[in-house]
Protein backbone atom coordinates (compact mmCIF):
# COMPACT_ATOMS: atom_id res chain seq x y z
CA UNK A 1 0.00 0.00 0.00
CA UNK A 2 1.46 3.36 -0.91
CA UNK A 3 2.44 6.00 1.95
CA UNK A 4 0.23 8.60 1.57
CA UNK A 5 1.42 10.44 4.46
CA UNK A 6 4.89 11.64 3.45
CA UNK A 7 6.09 15.35 3.96
CA UNK A 8 8.35 17.00 0.94
CA UNK A 9 11.81 16.25 2.97
CA UNK A 10 10.86 12.63 4.03
CA UNK A 11 9.57 11.84 0.02
CA UNK A 12 12.73 13.22 -1.10
CA UNK A 13 14.81 11.53 1.47
CA UNK A 14 13.08 8.03 0.63
CA UNK A 15 12.65 8.48 -3.04
CA UNK A 16 16.63 9.16 -3.18
CA UNK A 17 17.17 5.57 -1.11
CA UNK A 18 14.79 3.94 -3.19
CA UNK A 19 16.73 5.49 -6.69
CA UNK A 20 20.06 6.28 -5.76
CA UNK A 21 21.47 9.95 -6.14
CA UNK A 22 21.94 11.97 -8.53
CA UNK A 23 18.77 10.39 -10.34
CA UNK A 24 16.93 13.95 -10.33
CA UNK A 25 17.08 17.10 -8.94
CA UNK A 26 14.86 19.50 -6.66
CA UNK A 27 13.50 23.30 -7.44
CA UNK A 28 10.87 24.76 -5.54
CA UNK A 29 8.58 27.38 -6.81
CA UNK A 30 6.01 29.19 -4.69
CA UNK A 31 4.36 25.84 -3.49
CA UNK A 32 5.14 23.75 -6.12
CA UNK A 33 7.86 21.36 -5.40
CA UNK A 34 9.45 20.17 -8.54
CA UNK A 35 11.40 17.28 -9.71
CA UNK A 36 13.83 17.87 -12.67
CA UNK A 37 14.59 14.07 -14.10
CA UNK A 38 16.66 13.14 -17.07
CA UNK A 39 14.16 11.35 -19.97
CA UNK A 40 16.25 7.77 -19.21
CA UNK A 41 15.07 8.14 -15.95
CA UNK A 42 11.53 9.25 -15.99
CA UNK A 43 9.63 6.02 -16.36
CA UNK A 44 11.57 4.75 -13.14
CA UNK A 45 11.04 7.96 -10.90
CA UNK A 46 6.91 8.43 -12.25
CA UNK A 47 6.48 4.39 -11.44
CA UNK A 48 8.19 4.46 -8.03
CA UNK A 49 6.08 7.78 -7.54
CA UNK A 50 2.93 5.96 -8.55
CA UNK A 51 3.34 3.19 -6.91
CA UNK A 52 5.46 3.15 -3.59
CA UNK A 53 3.60 7.20 -2.64
CA UNK A 54 0.23 7.27 -4.27
CA UNK A 55 0.70 9.58 -6.83
CA UNK A 56 -1.63 9.94 -9.63
CA UNK A 57 -1.09 11.89 -13.14
CA UNK A 58 -3.79 14.49 -13.63
CA UNK A 59 -1.91 16.81 -16.08
CA UNK A 60 0.93 16.26 -18.42
CA UNK A 61 2.01 18.98 -21.04
CA UNK A 62 5.12 20.38 -23.01
CA UNK A 63 7.15 23.88 -23.36
CA UNK A 64 9.15 25.36 -25.94
CA UNK A 65 12.11 27.35 -25.02
CA UNK A 66 13.11 28.99 -27.52
CA UNK A 67 14.48 32.33 -26.80
CA UNK A 68 13.49 32.10 -23.21
CA UNK A 69 15.11 35.05 -21.63
CA UNK A 70 18.32 33.57 -19.59
CA UNK A 71 18.27 30.12 -21.55
CA UNK A 72 21.75 28.77 -22.11
CA UNK A 73 22.44 27.13 -25.71
CA UNK A 74 23.22 23.67 -23.08
CA UNK A 75 19.73 24.01 -21.24
CA UNK A 76 17.62 21.31 -23.84
CA UNK A 77 14.74 23.09 -25.83
CA UNK A 78 11.74 21.47 -24.47
CA UNK A 79 10.29 20.21 -21.32
CA UNK A 80 7.51 17.78 -20.78
CA UNK A 81 5.91 17.95 -17.37
CA UNK A 82 3.49 15.37 -15.51
CA UNK A 83 1.66 17.14 -12.49
CA UNK A 84 1.14 14.58 -10.05
CA UNK A 85 -1.28 14.20 -7.15
CA UNK A 86 -1.81 12.22 -4.02
CA UNK A 87 -5.61 12.20 -3.55
CA UNK A 88 -5.38 11.05 0.15
CA UNK A 89 -3.13 14.28 1.38
CA UNK A 90 -3.87 16.67 -1.79
CA UNK A 91 -0.60 17.14 -2.19
CA UNK A 92 0.96 17.78 -5.99
CA UNK A 93 4.26 17.41 -7.11
CA UNK A 94 5.62 18.46 -10.94
CA UNK A 95 7.80 16.37 -12.48
CA UNK A 96 9.71 17.27 -15.46
CA UNK A 97 12.47 16.14 -18.34
CA UNK A 98 13.59 17.66 -20.79
CA UNK A 99 14.38 16.82 -24.82
CA UNK A 100 15.94 18.66 -27.73
CA UNK A 101 16.18 19.53 -31.24
CA UNK A 102 16.48 17.64 -33.74
CA UNK A 103 14.53 15.03 -32.66
CA UNK A 104 13.13 15.74 -29.12
CA UNK A 105 11.35 12.67 -27.27
CA UNK A 106 10.68 10.99 -24.03
CA UNK A 107 9.30 7.72 -22.96
CA UNK A 108 5.39 7.24 -22.90
CA UNK A 109 4.00 7.19 -19.95
CA UNK A 110 0.78 5.11 -21.29
CA UNK A 111 1.99 1.97 -19.49
CA UNK A 112 1.95 3.91 -16.04
CA UNK A 113 -1.59 5.77 -16.46
CA UNK A 114 -3.52 4.83 -19.58
CA UNK A 115 -4.85 8.34 -19.24
CA UNK A 116 -1.85 9.92 -20.60
CA UNK A 117 -2.55 8.84 -24.05
CA UNK A 118 -4.53 11.24 -25.92
CA UNK A 119 -2.52 13.92 -23.24
CA UNK A 120 0.89 12.30 -25.45
CA UNK A 121 -0.74 12.92 -28.51
CA UNK A 122 -1.88 17.00 -27.82
CA UNK A 123 1.91 17.24 -26.83
CA UNK A 124 3.29 15.29 -30.19
CA UNK A 125 0.44 17.19 -32.09
CA UNK A 126 1.55 20.75 -31.24
CA UNK A 127 5.41 20.48 -30.01
CA UNK A 128 6.45 17.52 -32.21
CA UNK A 129 7.99 15.27 -28.85
CA UNK A 130 7.49 11.90 -29.83
CA UNK A 131 6.69 9.68 -26.89
CA UNK A 132 8.85 6.57 -27.59
CA UNK A 133 6.45 3.50 -26.51
CA UNK A 134 3.29 5.27 -27.49
CA UNK A 135 0.34 2.38 -28.41
CA UNK A 136 -1.14 5.45 -31.56
CA UNK A 137 1.14 7.99 -31.72
CA UNK A 138 -0.74 10.18 -34.00
CA UNK A 139 -2.60 13.75 -34.72
CA UNK A 140 -5.50 14.72 -32.48
CA UNK A 141 -5.90 18.51 -33.42
CA UNK A 142 -4.40 18.94 -36.76
CA UNK A 143 -5.42 17.78 -39.66
CA UNK A 144 -3.29 14.50 -40.72
CA UNK A 145 -1.00 16.66 -43.97
CA UNK A 146 -0.36 19.24 -41.64
CA UNK A 147 3.36 19.13 -41.14
CA UNK A 148 4.30 21.24 -38.76
CA UNK A 149 4.02 21.75 -34.54
CA UNK A 150 1.63 25.14 -34.10
CA UNK A 151 2.98 25.76 -30.54
CA UNK A 152 6.38 25.46 -31.10
CA UNK A 153 8.31 29.41 -30.94
CA UNK A 154 9.53 28.99 -34.29
CA UNK A 155 6.02 28.41 -36.17
CA UNK A 156 5.59 31.64 -38.18
CA UNK A 157 2.44 33.66 -37.00
CA UNK A 158 2.45 35.34 -40.55
CA UNK A 159 3.13 34.59 -44.13
CA UNK A 160 4.20 31.37 -45.65
CA UNK A 161 4.20 28.66 -43.39
CA UNK A 162 1.23 29.87 -41.46
CA UNK A 163 -1.52 27.83 -43.69
CA UNK A 164 0.29 26.96 -46.73
CA UNK A 165 -0.17 22.96 -45.81
CA UNK A 166 -4.12 23.14 -45.72
CA UNK A 167 -5.93 22.05 -48.45
CA UNK A 168 -8.36 24.64 -49.77
CA UNK A 169 -11.90 23.92 -49.50
CA UNK A 170 -14.26 25.68 -51.72
CA UNK A 171 -17.97 25.41 -52.09
CA UNK A 172 -20.12 25.72 -54.85
CA UNK A 173 -23.63 27.58 -54.54
CA UNK A 174 -25.87 25.24 -55.66
Do not use: C, Q
Not at 35 to 43: C, E, F, N, S, Y
Not at 64 to 69: A, H, N, Q, R, S
Not at 85 to 98: D, G, H, P, Q
Not at 104 to 124: D, H, I, N, Y
Amino acid sequence: MPNATKTAPTLLRDLRGKLGEGVFSVSEHLDNLRLLVPAARAIELLTELRDGFGYHLTELGGIDYLGYPGRSAARPRFEVHYVLLNYETSTRLIVKTFANDPDPSVPSVVGLWKGAEWMEREVFDMYGIVFEGHPDLRRILMPDNFRSFPLRKDYPLRGRGERHNFERVTREDS
